[in-house]
């Protein structure tokens, strides 16, 4: 027999547990983010955006080295952080705007990922990227590597593990088309370098992607729940028609770091059950 005012009670006391639990991670996440670019606005302003994207916090590896055992629900990088979006086919980049290394920039140009949203969070730049297949042959590195030298961009950090195959075949590419999958592996070699942008527009990745990046900003300018679903749902739509990959949980690819497949599970959990309560 139901009594509807403890049914109402224990309702409530149940939100009040989630709300305490969900403002517990938010400020762990802020810590973490805290840690790495030490700016108190831009970590609040991170964690906003995330709410917008209808995110859920991740919580970091408590162990200094991602493990497979202590793995967490993100990767700590060099420049910042990346959430793996395993269900949507999609990477959440969260970078400083000005790299330390290398000489870092954000560069347009068809072998380098281009983010389907890219939102400004003080001194951080948040980035949605396409999910790809991860290379593991040295021929996909060599052939971006001379491609970008003779465009005026150095792929620096260069290596199987930076390099990825989006799922678009042509003649020169039947395996896949390669791509630098760090947005933050390449430097200019030079100030004057080529005008790119228009072989940009029709590269395979532009014309492969425009319909997601128009709803990604779409959704995230109406502040609209259900317009951040659609694109969510899309993305996933994508994913069963190979368009995005998860390539990151491949465990069999030894370009892969031995965590990130585990990394990525953990959040694909949280995201699931973050979605059935919103």
């Not at 403002?23 to 840690?35: G, I, Q």
């Not at 408590?62 to 497979?68: C, D, P």
């Not at 996933?236 to 491949?250: C, H, I, P």
Request: proline content about 6%; charged content about 35%; some cysteine.
């Amino acid at each position: 027999m139901k009594i509807p005012f403890i049914d109402k009670y224990l309702e409530k006391v149940k939100l009040k547990k989630e709300n305490l639990v969900l403002k517990a991670e938010r400020k762990a996440f802020e810590k973490t983010l805290y840690d790495r670019f030490k700016d108190k606005e831009s970590a609040a302003q991170v964690c906003d955006i995330l709410d917008k994207l209808d995110l859920p916090y991740p919580q970091e590896s408590k162990s200094i080295l991602e493990t497979k055992e202590d793995s967490g629900e993100l990767k700590r990088g060099a420049e910042g952080c990346l959430i793996f979006l395993e269900d949507y086919g999609c990477v959440v980049r969260i970078e400083r705007n000005e790299p330390y290394l290398g000489g870092a920039e954000r560069i347009e140009h068809s072998h380098i990922l281009q983010p389907l949203i890219s939102i400004p969070a003080g001194e951080v730049t948040i980035e949605v990227c396409p999910g790809t297949n991860c290379s593991d042959k040295w021929k996909d590195t060599d052939i971006i590597r001379t491609k970008l030298t003779r465009d005026g961009i150095k792929y620096w950090d260069y290596g199987e593990r930076n390099t990825g195959l989006l799922p678009i075949k042509t003649p020169e590419f039947p395996n896949g088309y390669p791509i630098v999958i760090d947005r933050l592996a390449v430097s200019r070699l030079s100030e004057n370098i080529p005008d790119i942008k228009e072989a940009l527009e029709t590269s395979p990745q532009t014309e492969l992607y425009s319909p997601l990046k128009e709803k990604f900003l779409e959704a995230f300018e109406s502040g609209k729940k259900d317009k951040v679903k659609e694109v969510w749902d899309l993305c996933a739509e994508f994913k069963k028609q190979g368009k995005l990959v998860s390539g990151w949980t491949d465990k069999e690819n030894i370009s892969i770091p031995e965590a990130i497949p585990f990394i990525s599970e953990n959040y694909a959990q949280k995201i699931k059950k973050h979605h059935q309560h919103t």
